[in-house]
């Protein structure tokens, strides 16, 4: 078929997208936010029709109420409009007809800046799932086809990362400082896909010498 490698050894991972829209309970302190978060969804186990998952959402989102000294002094968790959003959900999921599944499970969702602005507490959303989802051209994910795994890469890699950001210091509406850091790895492949590796870190914050 056109499987590739990483497909068959991770028993076929679905990569999406989703727009979410969330009201936070208090829509005059807190508001509301629209969220899009691409996602990833790893099989974790599985038996016949029955199956348990994992999704992880790395994404950003809009809040449209966060801190304001003069209009919103009463928000102290959300200092800024865009924030990271990321959210972590284990599935449950029992196939039933051909086409047809039942899914039930949890998930974590958490909004943060990452202190770029302050107040920072972060907004915190645990929720109980329950549906139903529907797939006219199913597929039977726990087919795994004849297949030949190229041999273990031998040669060394090497990484490098350059970082920048940004952090309001301590107070809010307080000056911007610029957060500069880097990493070098160096690694080896221990099988096809799991390596090791060894590095450095720096990170220098400008905020501590103002």
Do not use: Q, Y
């Given at each position: 078929g056109d499987e590739h490698e990483w497909e068959i050894r991770y028993h076929n991972p679905r990569i999406g997208a989703s727009v979410e829209y969330t009201r936070f309970g208090n829509d005059t302190v807190f508001g509301s936010a629209v969220s899009f978060l691409p996602n990833v969804e790893i099989n974790v186990?599985?038996?016949?029709?029955?199956?348990?998952?994992?999704?992880?959402?790395?994404?950003?989102?809009?809040?449209?109420?966060?801190?304001?000294?003069?209009?919103?002094?009463?928000?102290?968790v959300i200092g800024s409009h865009l924030n990271d959003c990321t959210s972590f959900e284990f599935l449950t999921e029992k196939k039933f007809f051909k086409k047809y599944t039942?899914?039930?499970?949890?998930?974590?969702?958490?909004?943060?800046?990452?202190?770029v602005k302050v107040p920072n507490l972060g907004i915190n959303i645990p929720s109980i799932d329950l549906r139903i989802r529907y797939e006219p051209n199913s597929y039977n994910e726990y087919f795994v086809p004849h297949f030949h795994y190229s041999p273990v890469r031998k040669k060394i890699i090497f990484s490098l990362m350059p970082d920048l950001g940004f952090k309001e210091l301590k107070v809010a509406d307080g000056p911007m400082f610029h957060v500069f850091g880097a990493s070098a790895m160096a690694g080896k492949y221990l099988n096809n896909w799991d390596k090791l590796w060894l590095g450095i870190d720096f990170s220098f914050n400008s905020s501590y010498h103002w």
């Open positions: 186990a599985f038996h016949k029709n029955f199956r348990l998952k994992f999704r992880i959402f790395e994404g950003f989102g809009w809040i449209t109420k966060p801190f304001d000294r003069i209009s919103n002094p009463r928000n102290n039942i899914c039930f499970g949890g998930s974590f969702t958490h909004w943060s800046s990452g202190a």
